[in-house]
DNA sequence: ATCAGCATGTAAGGCGTTACATGATTCA
DNA sequence: TGAATCATGTAACGCCTTACATGCTGAT
C-alpha cells in the first residue's frame, strides 16, 4: 500500500547521469531540482543503505588522502525500477505556500502586514527567478541531448511560474492598495 | 525551536471567520483552500484539543438529535495568535511536484511516457482551474469585505499559475515531439 | 432499506527536517 | 591557524496521511 519513499527514485535518478557519492546527491539536488523537491543528508544516507540492500544501486570506497568517501553506481536493475516509476501514472503534485495562507486569513489582520507579507515573498521569487533564468538560458543553448531536453524543461517550468507570480504580486499589491476603504485595522 | 504545526493557524483563521465544527472545518480546507494546503481528520481533531487546552478556541455541544456535535470558537487569545503568526515574517512556501521529477529523470525512459505525464498533469490542472475559475469570479463580483478580497487574490493566484501551468504544458510537448533526433528509445 | 453524508475520533506508519557528532582537506 | 568545504552518519522529533472504528440522519 505505502508508495515508496520518493527520494528513492531521486538518488537513482540521479545516479542515471553519474556516478555521485551521498554528499554529491545533497549537492546536485540543492542545485538543480531544489525548486521542486528537496533531500536531506538525515534521509539521503538512510536511503543509499536501503538501495544497496535492494541492489538498486551499488557502492566502492573512493577515499581521497585520509577522507572517507563512498561513490554510488546504479544497477541495471535500478535502471529499470527508475524507468517503472516514472512510467506509473501515480505522481504526487503538492503545493503549500504559506504565504497564501497567511493572506487568505489577511481579513483580521493589519493590511500592511499583508502587503509586507507578499514584499517579501516577491524579493524571494525574484531572487531565485534570476537565477533559474541563467540556468534555463544555459540548457536551451546547449540543447543536444534528450537529458539537456529535459532539464531545460523543468527550468523552464520554474522560470514561466515564477514569472506568473511576480505578476501576481503586483495585481496583489495594487487591489490592497486601491480598496482602502475598508479602512485598515 | 520547532516552528508551530501549521494546522494550528489554518484552524484559528477558519474560526476567525465562523464558528465551526471539526467535520466543517475539514469541508472549508477542501472547498476553499485545498489546492495551496491540506488538512486531513487526523490532524484537525487532535489539533483541536490541544487549541482548545491552550484557551486559543472554546467549544460548546450542539448535537443535531442523537449526532454529537462540537462546536469551535475562537477566543481573543486565539485572534491575537493568529494576527501575530501573520505578523511573523517567516513563511514556508514549498513545490513538490512529483511530474516534474519525473520528467527530470525521462532522459533513460521512454518519451512516450514523458509526453504521457504531461498530458495527465495538464487534465488535472484544467480540471481544477475550471473549478477555480468559477470560484474566482464568484469572488471578484462580489469584494465588499476586506475578507473576501483576499480570498479573491488566493483564488486569483490559482487561477493564473495553473493558466501559466497550461502553457507550459503546451511548450513541453511540442519541444518533445520536435525533438525527436534524439530517436525515442 | 440502503446509501450518502454528517460527525468524532484513534493508531500506525511514513517521510522528512533539524540538530548533533565526527573528522579530513584546502585555501586564505 | 582558522574557516569553508568535503564527507558520512545518527537521533529526535514533527507533521501529516491513511486506514480503521463507530454511529446517527436524511433522502430515495
Known sequence: MAREKRINVVILGLLSHEDLTGYDIKKHIDNSISFFWNGSFGNIYPALKELEEDNLISSSNAPVGGRERIVYHITQKG???LREWI???????ELRYETLLKLFFAGGADKKDALHNIELFEDKIKKDLS???IHCKTLKDDLNSEDHMYFYLTALFGVETYEAY?????KAKKLINDKDQFGGR
Open 131 to 133: 537565477i533559474l533564468k
Open 79 to 81: 535502471k529499470k525500477h
Open 166 to 170: 511576480i505578476k501576481w504580486c503586483g
Open 87 to 93: 512510467k506509473d501514472e501515480q505522481a504526487v503534485n
